[in-house]
């Protein structure tokens, strides 16, 4: 298991450090940042940091490095109480455990797995960022830009930016019933459709990571 | 009646909005309307110059704004059409001397005397934006078949809905005949299918508007130009009849026109 664990919560994201030397354990959540730096943009984290003890050196050195990519420390969750008041010091929130919300029991488990259904035109200059799947009816102009922690749906016209699995899921897929996007994410995999004259006509298609590289295929029933 | 406030807006500049402006203004006080057209853009104003009325200009919306003068002192009356007045902007200013609700208060002072308000906003996505879709009720944005130009209308839509300012509905401007016969433009069709967005109006490109510019004498008032029928064409559509578009694919250049007449001759 990584010693980094980022998830994405209704609130803001969870970040889980495990075990292991610190300095090891940082530069993995450093890279973690940049490499999906557009998806934790302007995001919430609460730290957990298990029974770790941590100085007040150490939890500014994480919030700084947070704050370098445009994420916010809000809490730092352990059970270690020279942590927590390391972290109070810091004027952040503590707590000794992290408690899911309470939830009805028909939810699944894990939000992440949840989605959104969004029905509009997703115009140049706006966007829409999800930790779960993203479902788009309508079309995506060129200069907007869908980011999601899961797949992403859209049944309209694809032509600006968007990123599934922007957590580092390379898993998962993007289908539009015209996918003519500025570019393409999938995970840490980056694609631009290529050059030259827009096809006739467009056929629904879905991008997905194979071997290493993104390839389009026609989107059909049964795939 | 209280007059309908119509903002005119683009995103980016050059497009045509103080033409658009000056000339459904005139357009729709040749109708019969009483007509204000406002001139959003503080410190680079320039309605007053299409309209061929800045020698007039004593005092201007931020005078107005900060209580200098009387809103009625400030509103210059046209020379070609009796009931339309310009309210002009200030040059030797910025955005920030006029604030949003400023701007819905004067509106709201000339609403009962008046049958449209037309504004014209300046290029951009803020202060003077902001400034000129606060007391809008309804939003004309103009655009030319370029990719960069359709791209800023579509972020410009965006930020309407966004303040619920609307319904939006488009002009597509400058639309050069040759260019669309021959394929080597984006076609209104393209530029419809992408904003989704209520077609108000198209305009052909046409030379004339540049000399009327420079003149001070809008192209409405010119009635052998093919964009001044075209902007009297969208001052109806205003109005709520149906006109058909003009169907630009069609529209002779001027050496065709040439050709006709000696052919003709």
Known sequence: ?223 | MAARVITITSGKGGVGKTTTTANLSVALGVLGQRVVAIDADIGLRNLDVLMGLENRIVYDIVDVAEGYCRLRQALIKDKHVSELYLLPAAQTRDKTAVSPEDMTRLCDQMRDDFDFILIDSPAGIERGFRNAIAPADEVLIVTTPEVAAVRDADRIIGLVEAEEKGPASLIINRVKPEMVRYGNMLNTADVVEILAIDLKGIVPEDKAIIVSTNRGVPIVLDHKAPAGLAFRNIARRLLGEEVPFLNIREMPNLIERLARFVRQG
């Open chain 1, 1 to 223: 298991m990584a010693s980094v664990n980022i998830k994405g919560t209704k609130n803001g994201l969870l970040v889980t450090l495990g075990e292991g030397e610190l300095a090891s354990i940082l530069t993995e959540l450093e890279e973690r940042l940049t490499g999906t730096a557009s998806f934790f943009k302007g995001a919430w984290v609460a730290l957990t940091v298990g029974q770790r003890e941590m100085s007040i050196e150490e939890i500014g050195h994480i919030k700084a490095l947070l704050a370098q990519n445009e994420v916010s420390l809000g809490a730092v969750i352990s059970e270690a109480p020279i942590t927590r008041a390391a972290a109070r010091h810091l004027g952040l929130e503590t707590k000794r455990s992290f408690r899911p919300e309470p939830r009805p029991e028909w939810r699944t488990e894990e939000e992440f797995s949840e989605g959104v259904l969004v029905r509009c035109i997703l115009r140049s200059g706006q966007a829409i960022r999800h930790p779960g799947h993203v479902v788009i009816i309508g079309d995506v102009n060129a200069g907007a830009e869908v980011i999601a922690g899961g797949d992403i749906i859209i049944w309209g016209r694809l032509r600006g930016t968007v990123h599934a699995g922007a957590m580092g899921d390379d898993q998962a897929a993007v289908c539009a019933l015209d996918l003519a996007p500025t570019q393409l994410r999938i995970g840490k995999h980056i694609a631009r459709p290529p050059e030259g004259k827009p096809r006739r006509k467009p056929v629904p298609e879905m991008a997905f990571v194979q071997e290493g590289i993104i390839i389009v295929k026609p989107w059909k029933s049964g795939h």
